[in-house]
């Protein structure tokens, strides 16, 4: 509550984004990869020094979507010579970020393949992991609610109800587009004694899937072997 008056007072407009979704806070994230560096590289200063280093950096600095610097934008004037005309920066500023995110949006749907959630569909959600061996889905919940404007889902669980991003949604027993039947799909192993491979003093070999084929280099000879030979299906 208390946040929320202190940005109603500096007439800051707050949005809920969906959680373990960074992409949708972009503006936030690479404000904190500006910070962290200024920050590592000035590690001996009071953080008062260095949050206003952090402000002169991020003000000064021409952004890639807005192709000028926020000072510029403040001000209608480019501080490097303030005796230029001025100019209305700010419509240039939010033409040139929405051909940005237009182009962006574009660059994505090219793979892109989306699939239409339903209410009461049981969908899988990706869970933080700690570790590589950490289960990476939590067990199916039900969808309550569908946003497609936000991209979020609205879920119940035991416990209650939450939100969560659409790119963590896996569904259950259904096909999506780079997605399996079930979340963690077992990756078919092999184990040494499948291939024939002639052991030499301190041979570096790399195993690589290409296709169908398990390939093995060394020194010289490339043994091959089906994964169909090896009673795998691929």
């Not at 936000?150 to 991003?165: I, P, V």
């Not at 092999?190 to 030499?200: E, G, P, T, Y």
Request: charged share 25%; glycine share 4%; with cysteine.
């Amino acid at each position: 509550k208390e946040f929320k008056d202190f940005c109603r007072k500096q007439g800051i407009r707050l949005t809920n984004t969906s959680p373990y979704n960074p992409t949708a806070n972009g503006i936030v994230e690479r404000m904190n990869k500006a910070i962290a560096h200024v920050v590592r590289i000035n590690k001996t200063e009071t953080i008062q020094a260095v949050c206003r280093t952090a402000e002169i950096y991020h003000n000064h600095t021409v952004h890639n979507s807005l192709k000028t610097m926020p000072y510029a934008l403040a001000f209608n004037e480019i501080l490097i010579d303030p005796r230029k005309p001025k100019v209305d920066l700010l419509d240039q500023a939010m033409q040139s970020q929405k051909e940005s995110k237009m182009k962006n949006q574009q660059k994505m749907n090219q793979t892109r393949t989306d699939h239409l959630f339903q209410k009461g569909d049981r969908v899988y959600v990706c869970s933080p992991r700690n570790t590589k061996l950490s289960q990476r889905f939590d067990e199916p919940y039900t969808v309550m609610e569908v946003s497609h404007s936000k991209n979020r889902l609205k879920l119940k669980s035991d416990t209650g109800e939450f939100y969560t991003n659409i790119k963590n949604i896996r569904l259950e027993g259904g096909s999506m587009s780079r997605t399996a039947a079930s979340p963690d799909t077992l990756i078919p192993t092999i184990s040494a004694d499948d291939f024939s491979v002639i052991q030499k003093n301190r041979i570096n070999f790399t195993l690589r899937l290409y296709e169908k084929f398990f390939t093995v280099f060394g020194e010289g000879r490339i043994v091959r072997r089906t994964i169909s030979s090896l009673g795998k299906n691929p």
